[in-house]
């Protein structure tokens, strides 16, 4: 069924997001200082390319320099990222059938908004978080 959904959500919304996480991943590795944030959209957009199957979890070493981050990441392209997951999401509500692939469209905003501290990981493989 995973393979399915995610099938649907490639053609029907995938493709474009991930478009747009690229779009932003280039535009925020312009200068150096700006790396790190493109190496989160591209990790992000991978995720929002083929998401049924796959979860976030917040990394427990994750700290005080991972909520800066992304207080700047949410001024720079978050707003932007999870205004499309809104659009989409509700766009993909209207039919019954888009109703799972708009369920995961939200579930993706607060991945968009903050995604620095939180690890991608498959849902079928049971995860530990690093030790400190």
Known sequence: MKTILNIIWLVLSGFWLF???????????VTIIG????????????YALWPFGRTT???RDAGAPSFI???LWLILAGWWLALAHIVTGLIQCVTI???PLGIANFKLIPVSLFPLGRDIVSTDQPFTSPAR
């Open 97 to 99: 059938i888009g109703i």
């Open 19 to 29: 478009l747009g996480y690229v779009f932003a991943g280039v535009l925020l590795c």
């Open 69 to 71: 981050v992304n207080i």
């Open 35 to 46: 790396i790190p944030f493109g190496v989160a959209a591209f990790r992000i957009g991978t």
């Open 57 to 59: 979890v917040e990394r």
